[in-house]
């Protein structure tokens, strides 16, 4: 019998899921990488990983690629790593019901309706592992980041109620919460920008253009900005630790913020989060 641990990753084609594919890989799991576009798949399957297509953002997408991975493995996974998303940019003012829908159809609704497909071999199995990506800005907000900030607070309520429900199945479930993270991130998150925000008739313009000059520059030029290996070592003990935390905070910010939130009253919070972005 193959005892080699299966972990799916979803979120491959770059950045945060491509690096913690690699190292888990390297570390003896049997990693299936998945990827939202046809073509992300394919440069998956050329560097040697196997991998399937799943678009968060579409329900039969999701369960089509739970399924096909289920059935590469014999109905075995011993962990998933929730990954993918993107940030949809504006002030909430700006913001059409179509863009919030998009930003929770993928950050949100598929990455709970994969964690939903996968749950029952775990139950089987009566082990397992479930890694959500969130953010530091899934517990505090910044400006202009309205929809993100909200999958992300939404995301890591499912996952503390995931967690009580799943108590005493063997499934555990944790939430890695990056600060910034160099990665093509900001590139999307103009693009969706582009794509739903009117910025030339927004009373918010002047801040747009700051916004924009930013989302055009690379993530190093964000203090305490790290690579997106600094993920790997949390979700290794996340997957692997015989008790897992419930929340691995990565980058200065992400354990500024978190002790920030726990001793200043929410006023003060909000000065200080006013002074950035």
């Known amino acids: 019998m193959n005892h080699q641990p299966i972990i799916l990753i979803t979120g491959c084609s770059s950045g ?3 690096a913690c594919a690699e190292g888990m890989a390297r570390r003896g799991w049997r990693v299936i990488a998945s990827a939202r576009r046809n073509e992300d798949v394919r440069a998956l399957q050329d560097a040697g990983f196997e991998s399937v297509l799943i678009d968060l953002a579409s329900s ?61 071999a775990m139950r089987r199995a009566k082990r397992g592992r479930i890694v959500i990506n969130t953010s530091v800005l899934g517990f505090v907000a910044l400006r202009y980041r309205g929809a993100y900030n909200a999958s992300k607070y939404a995301l890591e309520g499912f996952a503390d109620t995931l967690r009580l429900e799943l108590h ?100 003060w919070l909000d000065r200080i989060l006013l002074t950035i972005g």
Not at 232 to 255: D, N, Q
């Open 16 to 18: 945060i899921g491509r």
């Open 60 to 120: 039969h997408s999701v369960i089509e690629g739970a399924a096909k991975v289920l059935g590469m493995t014999q109905g075995r996974i011993n962990a998933v790593f929730l990954n993918a998303g993107y940030g949809q940019a504006g002030a909430v003012e700006d913001l059409s019901r179509p863009a919030l829908r998009e930003q929770f159809e993928t950050n949100v609704f598929g990455t709970i309706e994969l964690a939903n497909q996968l749950i029952p």
């Open 168 to 267: 005493g199945t063997g499934i555990e479930v944790s939430l890695i919460e990056p600060g910034p993270i160099l990665s093509r991130f900001r590139a999307n998150s103009l693009k969706a920008f582009h794509r739903h925000v009117r910025a030339e008739s927004s009373p918010h313009r002047e801040v747009y253009q700051q916004q924009l000059a930013r989302l055009n520059t690379e993530g190093s030029a964000v203090p305490f900005t790290l690579g997106p290996e600094a993920v790997m070592p949390k979700l290794v003990h996340a997957c692997e630790a015989h008790r897992p935390r419930i929340r691995y905070p990565v980058t200065v910010p992400s354990h500024l913020f978190a002790w920030l939130k726990r001793i200043l009253p929410a006023g």
